[in-house]
């Protein structure tokens, strides 16, 4: 079951932050009728969110306070512009990466102490 764990444990976040930046590029196709720069401006948040996810790629930690990092900013920043849905939708899944990359990265911790401290037969 462990290694079933572990995997899971491991895309998870790698697979909702795709899935998350594609979410976050659709609000970019409220600037076509604008331009090229405009569009590329409203892909800014999906670009910082890869940029994020390949950082983390590797480092599980880092990824969990940087996704936690983004989530808390977001909130800072849009406080008192939206209603409690908007930060939901945005900060949700910020907030549930951040989880998810930690998980993974005590539940790595937790295996590698196991492996040490099993005897060798």
């Given at each position: 079951m462990a290694p079933s764990v572990s995997r899971s444990l491991s895309w998870a976040p790698r697979i909702l932050g795709v899935v998350f930046?594609?979410?976050?590029?659709?609000?970019?196709?409220?600037?076509?009728?604008?331009?090229?720069l405009a569009v590329l401006m409203h892909l800014r948040p999906a670009a910082?969110?890869?940029l994020v996810?390949?950082?983390?790629w590797r480092?599980?930690?880092?990824g969990s306070?940087?996704?936690l990092a983004l989530a808390v900013l977001y909130i800072l920043w849009a406080w008192g512009h939206f209603r409690w849905p908007v930060?939901?939708?945005i900060?949700?899944?910020l907030f549930l990466m951040s989880g998810l990359f930690l998980a993974?990265?005590?539940w790595k911790r937790r295996v590698a102490a196991a492996t040490i401290a099993a005897p060798r037969a």
């Open positions: 930046a594609l979410f976050l590029s659709v609000f970019a196709l409220d600037a076509l009728d604008q331009g090229v910082l969110v890869l996810l390949a950082l983390s480092r599980e930690l880092a306070l940087a996704f930060y939901a939708a900060a949700g899944p993974a990265w005590l």
